[in-house]
């Protein structure tokens, strides 16, 4: 069975700018959960979604945004860019919630300059 | 408060010595606890996962226990590798609500030669 699939792995933007992060999660799993982590942070929750509807969002700011589909692969998006926003973003999928078991991608290294 | 608590921070070691993480946790009602191992730059991977009634599990070098009185954890890693170099984050899980994960900040350990 194929993992967690995020894309892409490396991105550099520019402050003001917009971006657009994929997630592909395991076969069969529903649930797809975002992180934020920043050098010498913990994972930051920044959203949940549960076939299509977001069931949790974390304490962040209005920029950040999210959507699932129906193949439940989902998407990120930060609209104006900051520099505190350069982060590695991580997905994760459950099969179900509540979510007992977490499945990791690779993540996402997203630079702001 | 549910709340994950690791320790130390960070920690240096010998290649070829043993090491102790510690995870103290005020979850409830407690579901399960997962040791992730996160590589620089990439996902957490799930090292092992333990519920109630285990306290014990190995996974290669890897031995975690669990005392479930005192809402403590260890994570012991014998004869250290440099490939061991990476962050060791507890997560700990929740039986009820629908955000049910609480996340460690982890320990950055450092293997040297």
């Known amino acids: 069975k194929a993992g967690v699939t995020q894309t892409p792995r490396y991105l550099i933007k520019t402050r003001g700018q917009q971006v657009t992060l994929s997630c592909s999660p395991i076969s069969g799993h529903r649930s797809v959960s975002w992180y934020q982590q920043t050098p010498g942070q913990g994972l930051q929750f920044l959203f949940e979604?549960?076939?299509?509807?977001?069931?949790n969002k974390g304490n962040f700011p209005g920029r950040f945004s999210g959507r699932q589909f129906s193949n439940s692969r989902s998407e990120m998006n930060v609209s104006t860019l900051e520099l505190g926003d350069s982060a590695l973003y991580l997905c994760?999928?459950?099969?179900?919630?509540?979510?007992?078991?977490?499945?990791f991608g690779p993540g996402t290294r997203l630079t702001v300059t | 408060k549910n709340q994950v608590e690791q320790s130390p921070q960070s920690l240096i070691i010998l290649e070829g010595k043993n090491c102790t993480l510690q995870?103290?946790?005020?979850?409830?009602?407690?579901?399960?606890l997962r040791w992730y191992k996160q590589d620089t730059g990439r996902g957490p991977v799930s090292l092992t996962i333990?519920?109630?009634?285990?306290n014990t599990k190995s996974n290669g070098r890897y031995t975690a226990t669990l005392d479930a009185d005192t809402k403590q954890s260890s994570l012991h890693i014998t004869a250290s590798q440099l490939s061991d170099s990476a962050s060791y984050i507890c997560?700990?899980?929740?039986?009820?609500?629908?955000?049910?994960?609480?996340f460690g900040t982890g320990t950055r350990l450092t293997v040297i030669p």
């Open positions: 997560v700990v899980s929740a039986e009820t609500g629908a955000n049910n994960l609480f």
């Open positions: 979604y549960f076939s299509e509807t977001q069931r």
């Open positions: 333990m519920t109630f009634s285990e």
């Open positions: 994760a999928s459950s099969p179900g919630i509540p979510k007992n078991e977490q499945y």
């Open positions: 995870c103290n946790y005020t979850v409830s009602p407690f579901s399960n």
